[in-house]
């Protein structure tokens, strides 16, 4: 049984963005919406659209992640799940009481004392008084504010605020708990702690949608998820398989030598590519396969031992591997105006992900550069995802190098 | 959820329709009756927490305007009372079911602002805050009455048997309160304008009821137009005639009033449910 349903969502802001307007702007919008509609012209949609036709169905007691890059869309589907804003077509469906967390000290009232705000926000989220009262202890354990819980809220730090709003929102027994990024604030043990509260309510059988940029998190907490990218559905399905989309779609890009800036040097790079050692070009690769860089450089003059060096990076600083003229001293005796230069790798003992290659070239007495840096090419790693519960995320973000292995655990 | 309270979870479909159903709305204010309970107390506690003078607020207000009154138009103006009671029992029976409304305008219109916060990430029915605010001066209004019962041996006040009819004169008072607040509180929120004007229209609006005045300065033929347009005229006269005179209200000029004051409250809830639904777009 589904316990929330997006039914072809959209969502538009007005102008450009959520905002107030003044009596005199909306005089003329009117006017300019009546002056269209005499005419018989279509009405002109303006405004930003933030959710474009989005479909998706949360089975009840499911952990559901909304994962895209910033200003996706995630929030503002967070936010028509909450009844917080008002979707401009299609319809949102929901079975049950909604706790929604979202932003810093959600819904804590500066004001008032601690336990005040416990049954302020629990009657706001329309929860009975009963409730409230047996649950009272816990929420204040769970945020750490025994001593603080009499004063008002504004002498509080934001983390104990932040503590406060997770503590009323996670244990009041919600039945469909929605999260947005709370967790990227409050120190690691708190951080920790949620997520472990994260985990009883999933098995407790409460409907949990989770937005987070804490992708391990998401991993493990989440059985299925959505990607969505400028308000469209890219990708749903099981979490590993949105996930893996999701980090193949942030490191994936085209790199265009002819307009790059820095290839300006003495030398430059013309074309640059990646072959199998079968010599066929491609940009996929499994661990432990081979590769072959090939590239070719243009030069005013003709260069003596010219020195290349080749290195790869995941994205992060630190070059992985490193192939270099200047250290094995094998650099050509002369090459023309034109020339080619291939790197053959026999096995890349690499793990899944997006790895750059980059290329510069030095004179023969190493002391100066002929080219600088450069990002030539780029190329896939990706072997099955393991069964762990943070597979994914832990294979693409975790350590480069793959190495053959096996556990042999006694006691 | 295996609790019992959630055997039954309600279902809610969120659209874009722009139907407006009243059962709804009272459907949903009665279940998120704690909600408003809380905005109220909350209400209460913000407003006197951090005030030396604390709940003496509620008296000295009526006081201060009582003072006005008196030296300029029981004095200067010269109005009289009337009917054998003394201007300042005269005035205050009017200025205490006054304040309520006034200070239930003035807060309940600013209510959304204030919580603008809570809009951005939380649902409830939007109006709760509203009806939290107006709900929050009925203690103020309840000290005033007794400041005016135990004034009523010195200001000369005819109070009798028909002090019956104050539970029915504030229900009716809430009306036109609540009719005016809920649509400025909408209003507020999506163009700040109001909430400049509205203190300034709160005093317009205390001139242009009777007040310091008496009815019976308006022509009998007119009365009831008056009645009709300004929706607190007939209250306040009916707390005029228990709470001063010592008689009956009008019954005539109170029915135009609830008439006039109901059809606004409806109006008032259309207005605030449509545009209820950018309020968390534009805060």
């Known amino acids: ?411 | 959820m295996t609790t019992a309270t959630h055997a039954h979870p309600e279902e809610f479909a969120f659209d874009g329709s722009r139907r407006i159903s009243y059962r709804r709305v009272l459907r949903e204010v009665v279940a998120y009756r704690e909600c408003i309970w809380s905005f109220a107390i909350r209400s209460l506690r913000v407003r006197y927490k951090q005030a030396i003078l604390g709940v003496a607020w509620a008296v000295v207000q009526p006081l201060a305007f009582l003072t006005v009154f008196v030296l300029v138009f029981g004095g200067v103006a010269g109005i009289k009372g009337g009917q054998g009671v003394s201007y300042a029992a005269f005035a205050l029976s009017a200025l205490v079911p006054w304040q309520f409304v006034s200070s239930g305008i003035s807060n309940g219109g600013d209510a959304l602002i204030q919580d603008a916060g809570l809009l951005r990430k939380v649902y409830f029915p939007r109006e709760a805050p509203v009806l939290g605010a107006v709900g929050s001066y009925i203690p103020d209004f309840a000290i005033g009455l007794i400041l005016l019962l135990i004034a009523a041996p010195i200001t000369g006040a005819h109070i009798g048997w028909h002090l019956v009819f104050v539970p029915l004169l504030f229900v009716a008072i809430i009306i036109p309160t609540l009719a005016i607040a809920v649509p400025i509180a909408a209003f507020a929120l999506h163009y700040r304008d109001f909430k400049y004007a509205l203190p300034f229209a709160v005093q317009v609006g205390l001139f242009a009821s009777p007040v310091a005045y008496p009815i019976t300065q308006i022509g009998h033929s007119w009365r009831w137009l008056y009645a009709l347009v300004n929706p607190v005229a007939g209250m306040l006269e009916g707390f005029r005639h228990v709470l001063a005179l010592g008689v009956s209200p009008d019954w005539g000029l109170l029915g135009l009033s609830t008439l006039s004051s109901t059809v606004l409250l409806l109006l008032g809830f259309r207005i605030f449910k449509k545009l209820e639904r950018e309020f968390a777009d534009i805060v």
């Open chain 1, 1 to 411: 049984m589904w316990s929330v349903k997006f039914e072809d969502v959209s969502k538009r802001y007005r102008k450009g963005g959520a905002k107030y307007s003044t009596i005199g702007s909306e005089l003329r919008d009117f006017a300019r919406r009546m002056g269209a509609r005499m005419r018989r012209e279509q009405e002109v949609l303006t405004g930003t659209l933030a959710l474009d036709h989005v479909s998706f169905e949360i089975e009840d007691g499911e952990s559901f992640a909304l994962i895209g890059p910033n200003g996706a869309g995630k929030s503002t589907a967070l936010r028509l799940l909450a009844r917080i804003s008002v979707p401009t077509g299609g319809v949102v469906r929901g079975r049950g009481r909604v706790g929604a967390l979202m932003e810093v000290g959600s819904g804590v009232h500066t004001e008032l004392t601690g336990r005040e705000n416990i049954w302020l926000y629990g009657s706001i989220l329309g929860i009975p008084r009963a409730e409230i009262r047996r649950r009272f202890d816990e929420i204040v354990g769970f945020a750490e504010i025994e001593r603080a819980i009499d004063t008002p809220v504004k002498y509080y730090s934001s983390g104990m605020q932040l503590r406060l709003g997770f503590a009323i929102a996670a244990h009041l027994e919600p039945d469909i708990f929605v999260v947005d990024e709370a967790l990227s604030v409050g120190d690691a043990a708190f951080q920790e702690k949620c997520v472990e509260r994260m985990g009883k309510l999933v098995r407790d059988g409460t409907t949990v949608l989770f937005v987070s940029h804490d992708l391990s998190a998401v991993e493990s907490i989440c059985d299925r998820g959505i990607m969505i990218d400028q308000g469209r559905d890219i990708t749903q399905g099981p979490i590993k398989d949105v996930l893996a989309h999701y980090l193949t779609f942030v490191e994936e890009r085209r790199i265009d030598l002819a307009s790059h800036r820095w290839n300006v040097g003495t030398v430059r790079v013309m074309t640059a590519s990646c072959h199998g050692l079968d010599g066929e070009e491609k940009y996929r690769f499994a661990p432990g396969e081979g590769i072959e860089v090939r590239m070719t450089f243009e030069a005013p003059r003709e260069l003596e031992r010219p020195n290349v060096t080749v290195t790869m990076t995941d994205g992060r600083p630190g070059a992985i591997v490193e192939c270099s003229m200047v250290e094995d001293g094998q650099a050509p005796t002369l090459v023309g105006r034109q020339w080619e230069c291939r790197l053959r790798i026999d096995s890349l003992p690499l793990r899944s992900r997006l790895y750059q290659v980059w290329a510069e070239v030095q004179e023969a007495n190493g002391r100066g550069q002929l080219m600088d840096w450069m990002e030539v090419s780029n190329f896939r790693v990706d072997a099955p995802a393991g069964a762990g519960p943070h597979a994914v995320v832990t294979a693409a973000l975790g350590g480069p190098v793959a190495v053959p292995y096996r556990w042999d655990v006694r006691s």
